[in-house]
């Protein structure tokens, strides 16, 4: 309903009851602006410590296989002595980075190992989670060196030398050059491939519940004035013409 005294249309909206197309009004009562945190499936910090934990001890575990892979697989440095000094025998061979190459390798191959494990277990593990990995991951690769060059030849190259003879070829210790490089490739291949899974299988969150019903019921899909009645009350959405003549304000 409106009032018009033929020059001037108002509508007769009571003052107690809001505009429902005022955009500044407040959401209707039940609503919220964001999805709840207290879900079942989400872990909480206690839980997800205790994760970051077990991870963080199982890659560092891990390591020790990499150490016997290490030294099963790197290439030996083969030394001779002539009696006073050692040599290598072969002055131009790439044993040595060959043994460098090997832990590199098995070392990213572990990263892969250990990142498809964590995400395929601890799916929705969160940032703890992951620091855990990328810390398994570094633990582990200081457990395999040290393993590798413990159980590897002696590192008291004048005592063997003495134990072999002259002109006896033997084998020089197990050693890891570029040690920095090489642990720290590990921890970055597991987050590397952690991220990518995570981004193309990781769980989404849910969608909020206003998102797509609840604002656009309330405040008004777009078009609704011009089909539906508009804020004066008119089916058209559009305040009625005045009346030319007749009515009673015309005199």
Do not use: C
Request: charged fraction near 15%; avoid cysteine.
């Amino acid at each position: 309903m409106a009032w018009h005294d033929g020059t001037v249309t108002a509508p007769l909206t009571p003052p107690h009851q809001p505009d429902p197309h005022d955009p500044w009004q407040a959401p209707p009562s039940g609503s919220h602006l964001a999805p709840a945190f207290d879900s079942p499936d989400d872990p909480d910090t206690a839980t997800e410590l205790r994760q970051a934990a077990v991870v963080t001890v199982l890659v560092a575990l891990a390591g020790v296989a990499l150490g016997l892979l290490w030294l099963w697989l790197a290439p030996r440095v083969p030394l001779v002595s002539d009696g006073s000094a050692v040599f290598l025998e072969n002055s131009e061979g790439e044993e040595a980075i060959g043994a460098d190459g090997t832990f590199v390798l098995l070392a990213a191959g572990f990263g892969v190992l250990s990142a498809a494990a964590v995400f395929w277990r601890l799916r929705r593990g969160g940032v703890l989670v992951v620091i855990g990995l990328a810390l398994g991951g570094v633990l582990g690769s200081l457990a395999a060196w040290r393993v590798g060059v413990w159980l590897g030849p002696s590192s008291d190259v004048v005592a063997r030398a003495r134990e072999a003879g002259k002109g006896v070829v033997f084998d020089a210790p197990l050693e890891l050059h570029a040690v920095a490089a090489a642990v720290l490739v590990w921890p970055f291949v597991a987050l590397a491939l952690h991220v990518l899974l995570t981004a193309a299988f990781g769980e989404r969150e849910p969608e909020p519940e206003w998102a797509g019903q609840g604002w656009g019921s309330y405040y008004g899909e777009p078009g609704e004035g011009a089909a539906g009645g508009g804020p004066t009350g008119s089916p058209g959405g559009s305040p009625p013409p005045p009346p030319v003549g007749g009515g009673p304000g015309a005199s």
